[in-house]
């Protein structure tokens, strides 16, 4: 039996439900029972009523879907499966900030830690960022973490005067201007689609600016097109089943790779062989603290309430 197939027996046997980002390899991605971005994989594990949660992501991620189904056993087959722009976010740091401005609400992107999660009023994800922000009151200051440039594109779209902590994730900053641009004179024809963890030069240059589903989305409605893909290279496998005819072409990083994209090595740190092993094993488990869990839920359902 393939390892895939062993993974299928041990999720119908255990009761247990995969959970995929679309950062993460094709062969997880396919075996999973739902792949999206954090606010669908949000959804889905406040959702579900599998007796396993197995979450093909970071650990951010996973700690969220604990905290929004506690008594479900969370799994996450790499505890190295970490995250750039979580990291640059410490909760003593972040702390000390907030207290320095204690009039502005805080609102804080879904790559952050419970800790942080604890600190929020509200917490977003890229696909809701815009709707949350507007939803605050135009006179109420707003403190916006971790990510400077979604934070810096948020305000431009809302003309909104937000605080921002100093933050940014080393993917979407890895891409490169030049080379995209000479990728885009070669290819004349192309589109260019962008994340809005990128850079503001890149988000220039972009026709459409979204989340990863926004971005699939936004493919699928215009099929005949060539896109130039300015994410992390992994959602390349989901948006190519849904346009299997449409040329995409992933953005150039500035360094030279194996696929001279941008990758995340946290992402790619879970494999197939550690999916099966984790669910085999039952192990490593993800535990959130009751008290943090109770504090960083609150924002958590308030983020999924303004997203209905």
């Known amino acids: 039996m393939s390892l895939a197939n062993r993974i299928l027996e041990l999720k119908k046997s255990k009761k247990a439900i995969v959970l995929a980002h679309y950062y993460q390899r094709p062969e997880i991605q396919e075996i999973a029972d739902y792949v999206g971005d954090s606010l669908g994989l949000s959804q889905k594990a406040a959702e579900t009523d599998a007796s396993i949660i197995v979450f093909a992501g970071v650990h951010f991620m996973a700690e969220t879907a604990k905290i929004l189904n506690p008594s479900k056993m969370v799994l996450l087959p790499d505890l190295d499966a970490g995250c750039s722009l979580a990291e640059s976010c410490p909760p003593d740091a972040f702390r000390e900030f907030t207290e320095a401005h204690p009039d502005h609400l805080v609102i804080t992107y879904i790559n952050c830690s419970a800790e942080i999660k604890a600190m929020s009023d509200i917490v977003c994800t890229s696909s809701n960022a815009l709707r949350i922000v507007e939803s605050v009151p135009k006179d109420r ?19 909104r005067d937000l605080l921002l902590w100093d933050g940014s994730c080393v993917v979407h ?68 089943q849904e346009v299997p005819n449409t040329v995409l072409i992933p953005a150039p990083a500035q360094e030279d790779n194996t696929c001279a994209c941008s990758e995340c090595a946290y992402m790619k740190v879970n494999t197939l062989q550690k999916v099966y092993d984790c669910l085999l094993n039952e192990s490593p488990q993800i535990d959130v603290p009751e008290a943090l869990a109770q504090s960083a839920l609150l924002p958590i359902e308030r983020m999924l309430e303004l997203s209905k």
Do not use: R
């Open 141 to 159: 200051p707003i403190i916006f973490a971790p990510d400077k440039n979604l934070g810096k594109y948020i305000s431009k779209k809302t003309g």
């Open 173 to 240: 900053e890895a891409f490169s201007i030049e080379k995209l641009l000479d990728l885009h004179k070669a290819n004349p024809e192309s589109v260019i689609i962008a994340h809005p963890e990128s850079e503001e030069h890149i988000l220039d240059v972009a026709t459409y600016v979204g989340s990863t589903a926004g971005m699939i989305n936004y493919v699928k409605k215009h099929p005949k097109e060539q896109f130039i893909v300015a994410t992390e290279a992994g959602i390349l496998h989901k948006m190519q």
